[in-house]
């Protein structure tokens, strides 16, 4: 299995910046894309940016300009930037990984951390 475990998230004024932080852990042989989704409350769970291993990024258009992803294949850990922050990018915000668990290389699974709650408010 894979554990993704969130942090950075909080509450910020409009305005704002926060990082988010995202490190996998277990018996991973390898990892394809990481990336971001976020879900704020009576909405669906949106994309927010990916990026693949080879640091090839997709990032939404509602937040392009205002966000950078990162990663640090070393550590198995993604980064999200977010900058200029508005009341609209209140949301949990998820991390995602697509990973080849050590003893079944050739199966590409979805794992999901448990959420860091990012809240913009004044």
């Known amino acids: 299995q894979v554990q993704l475990v969130e942090s950075g998230g909080g509450l910020v004024q409009p305005g704002g910046s926060l990082r988010l932080s995202c490190a996998a852990s277990g018996s991973i042989f390898s990892i394809n894309a990481m990336g971001w989704y976020r879900q704020a409350p009576g909405k669906q769970r949106e994309l927010v940016a990916t990026?693949?291993?080879?640091?090839?990024?997709n990032v939404a258009d509602f937040v392009e300009g205002r966000i950078t992803i990162s990663r640090d294949n070393a550590r198995n850990t993604v980064y999200l930037q977010l900058n200029s922050l508005k009341p609209e990018d209140t949301a949990v915000y998820y991390c995602?990984?697509?990973?080849?668990?050590?003893?079944?290389?050739?199966?590409?699974?979805?794992?999901w951390g448990q959420g860091t709650q990012v809240t913009v408010s004044s």
């Open positions: 995602n990984a697509e990973a080849r668990l050590l003893g079944s290389i050739y199966r590409l699974e979805d794992y």
């Open positions: 990026i693949t291993s080879g640091g090839s990024t």
